[in-house]
């Protein structure tokens, strides 16, 4: 009897379950939906600010206004057809280590001590036996200074192997000029890192490779 | 609603077994009252339908307006590399309500007075007590503005956003881009072309891409606008353009136009030079009129010899040559010097039927097909084209075309013999390469490099080289129709001459003589440094690699130029 007459109620109130179930899971996803429009939104809301500083920025940074700080300020030119490289193989003609025409040049080696039994050599530089029949052996005498001819300045290279007692004269004669005596001493403290680079004799002293190679390609620059 | 209903329409008839009336009479009312009651249901099944209904589809009641995507108001324009060239932005638009106002009229007139200081206190006064509901009193107010009027706190000051045009660029390429009127309609350029694309909701999210490059056309803008300058020159144009697509990659006209405020702008700054403008543009044809020459037989070398005395008389008039040869003279020699008595007798020997053939098929005669409203009508001899005019025509008087069309012209004749239509749109896959037909003969357009390099080399265009680039060219000087003393020079140059692949033209309208040029006012003095200058700086960003080593085949031209002619 119980059962029977209650049935009903128990059906309204299943069917009711269900229905108010069904809307949860309906609600629940409308509000996720929301969430998801706000965030779209948001989006979009960024994006449009990030369009708009992106005009802004453009605005401000226009080409004309770059071009006008350029004139005024900057004052960079197009690059010359000169200053654009073929490729690797340009590039590494620019650091290359010194041009040959040092080795042509009139050398005059090196000058001893008072005692020291060879006042100069000539020649090409190269390297000196070590007799280890004196004081000083030919190493430790043994300086190098070379002329660079080419044609727009005669500059006058020299390296030192530092030993204060030495006195040191590098005397250069390209093309029968009148002989010009630099206190290589002066000339070092003049122009303290410039190295005669020969690539065949390996100097006694350590020669800055590396400071001679940035400096050469500096130039070449 | 206790589920009485099936109780009432058919469970336990053996109560309802009465006799007579009363039985019909309930008989009735039950079906009256289960009429009623489908109704009822019907109802709540309707609503609770529709409430289900909103509950998964619908909105809900704390949606904002919804800003689903970003649709400008009016669509982009941009350059080909993608760099905008004109947005849609909102802008502020203070705005006045006469009936709105709570405060002291006087004294918000001299606020106003002080913060837009372009009307006096008795305008704004006058506007307060006009009575009317609205008035316009900033459009596109800066938000320093903004701020200070929102700060008088009056309600009759109203502060809006309203999409506005903006030209972030501003005045560069304004001719090509064009601009908009107060409501945003394009009046000019690809504004006016493109309007109802740029307008229409459903095509607007797509910007409209230009051939134009920004960095190329500033780099010309410059260089124009200081020649423009240094020479006292009424105007100038210049253009540069791909020979083998024909997408103009740079185009301007001279004075400068800012279609921010395009209003503001003179009747001459809006002109457009570049196209709307026809102008006889003189010797920069010279090298057309060999071309045809050679295309049709009548040159069979660039060794042909024509006879060049100091002046010719031809019905009437005379024609004469700023470096009188005096002389037989070759081809090579009479396009080095740009002879006009020289390119006179080549014209005469073409023919006015072929001469205008090639033109016609040149697109000279026309106007030309770029994708804007400001286009000039050419102007060509007609039907009066007899001797004397296929003669002018050689040189390039008593024809006017717009500089668009010579960049044309010299982009057919080094392209390989093909006219292709310009264009201002990006060629890719929604705008293919225009489909050309065939001018010069492929031969032609080899043996014309040689030919217009030698001018730059050793004529009249020595200061159009940029070293490297291998510019080739013709400069032109016309005397102006009106006023024989003003000059119109132009120069007409292709890069890299060894591989043709790049066109600009610039002109000069009415370029007075300097101390640095000695006075002198022809297209070599003024025209020909501006195109150097100009291709120094574009031809690395278009990739054209300087090379001092590579040149045309000069040996084909050198030895028809006789060597004493050399200064």
Known sequence: MSGSSFRSVFMVASCAGAALGCYLVSLRVASERAALEEVETEIVMAQRDIRLLQTEIGTRGRLAQLERWNVKVLALSAPAADQFLEGGFALARLTRPAPQDQLEAPVVLAAAPADAPKPTVQGAPQRQADNGDEGVSARDLLNVASLRTSPPSNRVTANLTARPATTVTADLKPKAAPPRKLAANDLAAAKPARPAADPLAPLPTPAKPTTATAKESGKAR | MNAPTPALVAARPERLRLVGQRRQILAMMHQRLMLGMLVYVGIIALIVARILYLAVFGDHAGRQGAITSLIPERGDILDRDGQPLARTIDAWTIGLHPNKLIGDKLEIARALTRLMPERDEAAYFAMMRSGKNFFYLRRRASPALVEAVNALGEPGLSLDREPDRLYPQTSLAAHVIGYTDVDGNGVAGIERTYDKQLATAATRNLPVQLSISSR??????????????????IGAAGIVMDIHTGEVLAMTSLPQ??????????????FNRATLGVYELGSTFKPFTVAMAMDSGTIKSFGQMYNCPKSLSVGGRTIGDTHPFGRACSVAEIMKESSNIGTA???????????????????????????????GRTLSPGANWNQVERMTVGFGHGIAVSPLHLATGYATLFNGGVYRAPTLLKVGRDHPVAKGHRVFSEDTSYKMRALLRLVVTHGTGKKADAPGYRVGGKTGSAEKYHNKSLLVTSFAG??????????????????KGTAETYGFRTAGWNVAPVVSKTISRIAPMLGVRPDKA???????????VREDLEQ
């Open chain 2, 550 to 560: 590579r040149e045309p085949n000069l040996a084909e031209v050198l030895r028809f």
């Open chain 2, 257 to 270: 136009l800012n279609p921010n405020a395009a209003g503001q702008g003179s009747p001459e700054a809006r």
């Open chain 2, 494 to 511: 292709v890069f890299p001459m060894d591989e043709p692949r790049y066109v600009i033209v610039v002109m000069l309208d009415e370029p």
């Open chain 2, 216 to 233: 190329i056309q500033q780099a010309l803008e410059h260089e124009l606008l200081a020649a423009m300058t240094t020479y006292s020159a």
């Open chain 2, 345 to 375: 007798q080549i014209a005469d020997q073409l023919g006015t039927a072929r001469q205008r053939d090639f033109l016609k098929k040149m697109g000279f005669l026309d106007r030309s097909p770029i994708e804007l409203s400001e286009k």
